[in-house]
């Protein structure tokens, strides 16, 4: 079982910055493949960055060159840090954990990031 918790959403005016956080009670965390989703009303949740075992990284296009992904596996934890925010990114952003041994999905609860033009 993996439990997610994120932190560090808030409101922020666009060109700012912000780092989101999520912490994992996993002792498995060295196999997961993690990610981060965000889901603006009226939308689809859809990826924003994934970041594997091995520290691979992937971006949406939305994203690329702003956003940020990282992962510190001695405490079991990832970050998302977000440069260059625009209003089209406020949503609520949600910590993903992937198992690829056991095809098990683990989500968080999600943390609202608003960003004001």
């Known amino acids: 079982q993996v439990e997610l918790v994120e932190s560090g959403g808030g409101l922020v005016k666009s060109g700012g910055s912000l780092r989101l956080s999520c912490a994992a009670s996993t002792n498995i965390f060295g196999f997961l493949h993690m990610g981060w989703y965000r889901q603006a009303p009226g939308k689809e949740r859809a990826m924003v960055a994934r970041?594997?075992?091995?520290?691979?990284?992937w971006f949406a296009d939305s994203v690329q060159g702003r956003f940020t992904i990282s992962r510190d596996n001695s405490k079991s934890m990832i970050y998302l840090q977000m440069n260059s925010l625009i209003p089209e990114d406020t949503a609520i952003y949600y910590c993903n954990a992937q198992d690829m041994r056991s095809s098990s999905d683990y989500w968080g609860q999600g943390t609202q990031v608003t960003v004001s033009s």
């Open positions: 970041i594997t075992p091995g520290s691979s990284t």
